[in-house]
């Protein structure tokens, strides 16, 4: 599976973004997704993941539960974050990633994942 991510942008604190992951392929659904992000001068961080399928199951880093809310479309083969309450800290760079069949906990560890899309930037003045 492709993926690309969009929907990053420059916004004030305390603003919201919408970004967008979309997919090609016919199988999307049996894929779980996770989105990251890296800021400058710092490694790469697991931020949301939703699981396979129906998306029931979901998992969020501590440092957005409660601002961020993960969902996926299989019908659109997109998985959206809805980023609420955006602090300075929370500018980075985004990434969507895919993995088959797998957990969300297990796409938070960032091993042998088997897609990556490119990145979005996020900017969140003060």
Same mark, same amino acid.
């Given at each position: 599976?492709?993926?690309?991510?969009?929907?990053?942008?420059?916004?004030?604190?305390?603003?919201?973004?919408?970004?967008?992951?979309?997919?090609?392929?016919?199988?999307?659904?049996?894929?779980?997704v996770g989105w990251f992000r890296q800021a400058?001068?710092?490694?790469?961080?697991?931020?949301?993941a939703i699981s396979w399928s129906s998306g !029931?199951?979901?998992?969020? /880093? +501590?440092?957005?539960?409660?601002?961020?809310? *993960? %969902?996926?479309? $299989?019908?659109?083969?997109?998985?959206?974050?809805?980023?609420?309450?955006?602090?300075?800290?929370?500018?980075? !760079?985004?990434?969507?990633? /895919? +993995?088959?069949?797998?957990?969300?906990?297990? *796409? %938070?560890?960032? $091993?042998?994942?088997?897609?990556?899309?490119?990145?979005?930037?996020?900017?969140?003045?003060?």
């Amino acid at each position: 599976v492709q993926l690309q991510a969009s929907g990053g942008g420059l916004v004030q604190a305390g603003g919201s973004l919408r970004l967008s992951c979309a997919a090609s392929g016919r199988t999307f659904s049996r894929y779980t997704v996770g989105w990251f992000r890296q800021a400058p001068g710092k490694e790469r961080e697991f931020v949301a993941a939703i699981s396979w399928s129906s998306g !029931v199951s979901t998992y969020y /880093a +501590d440092s957005v539960k409660g601002r961020f809310t *993960i %969902s996926r479309d $299989n019908a659109k083969n997109t998985v959206y974050l809805q980023m609420n309450s955006l602090k300075p800290e929370d500018t980075a !760079v985004y990434y969507c990633a /895919a +993995d088959y069949l797998r957990s969300p906990s297990h *796409i %938070s560890t960032m $091993n042998d994942i088997d897609s990556w899309g490119k990145g979005t930037q996020v900017t969140v003045s003060s």
